[in-house]
């Protein structure tokens, strides 16, 4: 006969035992974040070209992507050295327009950043479009030139005795598609003229040579 005591001794050896098996495989690797592009900036634009820089948190590869039309967007050839700073020269592009553009970097492990947008515009090279000359006589000695441009320029007149010319009469209209300028102190006959313009991105036109006469 067994006791209450080797009763529960011999119940509870046969009871199954649980171990829990301990895992030795390494925890997955953090999440490994985006490169930041930490400055972008352009300077030294032409009416074809322009030069970008910029700065990244870690070294990365990078490319310029740039358009006029966001549907149509352009982008430079991607670097192959890894590093926090890189330059980057646009070329071909058309003068006188505001494009787009932004910075895509990668960093070593693949992973891709991205800039912010930003824009910048290409030099007006175009000479102002001189057109509708006309002059006036006010006295014996002194007439008036009017004309009109097709963009807001400065203006003048250059004038003298050949095509040499050797005075000028500024217009007093300042920045402006319409001018006007008084020559004073003119000769009897004829007088050589011609009309001088310059737009704000410094493109000078000039008229062909004319002449007007005083009695």
């Known amino acids: ?16 035992v649980s171990l829990t098996t301990l895992s030795t495989a390494p925890p997955p690797p953090p999440p490994v ?21 910029w700065a990244t948190s870690v070294p990365t ?3 310029v992507q740039y358009w006029v039309n966001a549907a149509n967007p352009l982008a430079t050839p991607p670097s192959t050295v890894l590093t926090s700073g890189q330059t980057i020269n646009l070329t071909g592009l058309a003068p006188g327009t505001t494009y787009s553009y932004r910075v895509r970097v990668r960093n070593a492990a693949g992973v891709e950043g ?17 057109s509708s000359i006309q002059v006036v006589r006010l006295s014996a000695t002194s007439a008036r030139v009017t004309w009109t441009t ?12 050949t095509a040499s010319y050797t005075g000028w009469a500024g217009s007093t209209s300042g920045t402006s ?3 006007s300028a008084v020559l004073n102190y003119l000769p009897r006959g004829n007088t050589n003229y011609r009309v001088w313009t310059k737009d704000a991105s410094d493109n000078v036109g000039t008229s062909a040579n004319l002449t007007l006469s005083m009695p």
């Open 1 to 16: 006969r067994l006791s209450a005591s080797r009763l529960a001794l011999t119940y509870a050896s046969s009871a199954p």
């Open 33 to 53: 974040n985006a490169p930041q592009v930490t400055w972008v900036g352009h300077w030294g634009q032409t009416g074809s070209s322009i030069t970008i820089s």
């Open 61 to 63: 590869t990078g490319y």
């Open 114 to 130: 991205v800039s912010g947008t930003q824009t910048f515009a290409t030099r007006d090279t175009a000479a102002p479009v001189i």
């Open 150 to 161: 097709n963009e807001p320029c400065i203006g003048a007149i250059q004038y003298g005795a």
């Open 177 to 179: 598609t319409s001018h």
